[in-house]
């Protein structure tokens, strides 16, 4: 009973991580994939800069909220058509490419962290630990992969950086 007992263990602690990995390996590989997307952000904000910024709304609006949030979502739809007008087509195309690919990742790490928020809530159930412990795992573990990410492309960068300047 005891040996089972350890194998329950040894699996809620394995889902438990897998799950967490659900989340950091897309968010680590939409980084590496987003990078080599190579947006030419200089090309959309020069086009950013060519187009007047819309007009704020009246904060009279505000007194009717969905009337504003319909009017402000509106302008800003406007802007946009016309920074994407100001753009060369090969950079609109990179930047939807750009877009596309990140709201694709988003999306398979939003999966993952949905996974691994009822993992962790499971893990904190069946050990009997208070509720408000599961808040802990889920922002703790959630920092844990975007850190991973973080320090990841930064020893990249580093070492890319220093291959550079050894062979200049």
């Not at 009973?1 to 897998?18: D, H, I, K, P």
């Not at 016309?82 to 690919?101: H, I």
Request: charged fraction near 20%.
């Amino acid at each position: 009973m005891a040996s089972l007992r350890v194998v329950t263990e040894f699996f809620a602690w394995c889902a438990f991580l897998g799950a967490w990995l659900l989340v950091a390996g897309p968010v680590y590989q939409a980084a590496l994939e987003l990078e080599e997307e190579g947006l030419e952000r200089e090309a959309l904000h020069r086009a950013s800069q060519s187009v007047p910024a819309p007009e704020q709304i009246s904060p009279w609006w505000w007194l009717v909220p969905p009337v504003a949030w319909w009017k402000a979502k509106r302008r800003q739809g406007e802007y946009r058509r016309a920074v994407l007008l100001a753009m060369k087509t090969e950079d609109v195309e990179a930047f939807v490419g750009f877009v596309n690919k990140a709201t694709g990742w988003l999306l398979v790490a939003t999966g993952g962290l949905l996974l691994a928020a009822n993992e962790s809530w499971q893990l904190v159930e069946d050990h009997d630990w208070p509720h408000w412990a599961t808040a802990p795992f889920i922002f703790g573990m959630a920092g844990i992969a975007q850190m991973y990410t973080v320090l990841r492309m930064r020893r990249s960068h580093g070492v890319l950086d220093e291959s550079r300047v050894t062979r200049s």
